[in-house]
């Protein structure tokens, strides 16, 4: 379960939004916002939004919502990796309860896009894999996409890159803090 870790957990994943995306400057940021900076997060917010709006056109090419192409996403990364996943990971990393994963694996498994598995190592156990024809469809949007930003990666400098991911790094961590993300607690 250790290397499972290193898959991505649920509140990691793009959640689709209905964000209102302008370059309007100060829009969102306030009118005191140095007007670079604002274009800069005005375009990751495009960024963002472009993304959330492929995620919601695989979501419906698959026919499932936005839960099930979370776990079919852990499902599949994890198979790629060598791992075996069980219902209980599943909830972990997708952060719902026992009760909403099985009803989740339920449905998936209904639609054709899970394959539950006996467990060899512990015989109540469970396995669950996406199946062959929901992981080609998948991997094949997923993989068009990820061709197409490699594509538009490829064009940058290295030492812009360095300046990029350490951004986007700054950025993951300044919206990913706890505190930030319940500042009423």
Same mark, same amino acid.
């Given at each position: 379960?250790?290397?499972?870790?290193?898959?991505?957990?649920?509140?990691?994943?793009?959640?689709?939004?209905?964000?209102?995306?302008?370059?309007?400057?100060?829009?969102?940021?306030?009118?005191?916002?140095?007007?670079?900076?604002?274009?800069?997060?005005?375009?990751? &917010?495009?960024?963002?939004?472009?993304? $959330?709006?492929?995620?919601?056109?695989?979501?419906?090419?698959?026919?499932?919502?936005?839960?099930?192409?979370?776990?079919?996403?852990?499902?599949?990364?994890?198979?790629?990796?060598?791992?075996?996943?069980?219902?209980?990971?599943?909830?972990?990393?997708?952060?719902?309860?026992?009760?909403?994963?099985?009803?989740?694996?339920?449905?998936?498994? &209904?639609?054709?896009?899970?394959?539950?598995?006996?467990?060899?190592?512990?015989?109540?156990?469970?396995?669950?894999?996406?199946?062959?024809?929901?992981?080609?469809?998948?991997?094949?949007?997923?993989?068009?996409?990820?061709?197409?930003?490699?594509?538009?990666?490829?064009?940058?400098?290295?030492?812009?890159?360095?300046?990029?991911? $350490?951004?986007?790094?700054?950025?993951?961590?300044?919206?990913?803090?706890?505190?930030?993300?319940?500042?009423?607690?």
């Amino acid at each position: 379960m250790d290397r499972l870790d290193n898959l991505p957990r649920a509140s990691s994943i793009v959640r689709m939004t209905t964000e209102v995306v302008t370059d309007a400057p100060g829009f969102w940021y306030g009118e005191d916002s140095r007007n670079n900076s604002v274009d800069l997060l005005n375009a990751l &917010r495009r960024y963002r939004t472009a993304e $959330a709006a492929a995620q919601r056109r695989l979501r419906e090419e698959l026919g499932i919502g936005e839960n099930a192409l979370m776990a079919l996403r852990i499902l599949v990364e994890a198979e790629a990796e060598g791992l075996t996943v069980n219902s209980k990971q599943l909830a972990e990393r997708l952060d719902i309860t026992a009760a909403s994963t099985s009803a989740l694996v339920d449905r998936l498994v &209904r639609s054709g896009h899970v394959v539950r598995h006996a467990d060899p190592a512990d015989r109540r156990g469970v396995i669950l894999t996406a199946s062959g024809r929901s992981m080609r469809r998948a991997i094949g949007v997923i993989g068009e996409l990820d061709n197409r930003a490699a594509e538009v990666a490829e064009h940058v400098s290295p030492a812009d890159l360095a300046v990029i991911v $350490a951004f986007l790094d700054e950025m993951s961590g300044a919206v990913d803090d706890d505190q930030a993300a319940h500042p009423f607690r």
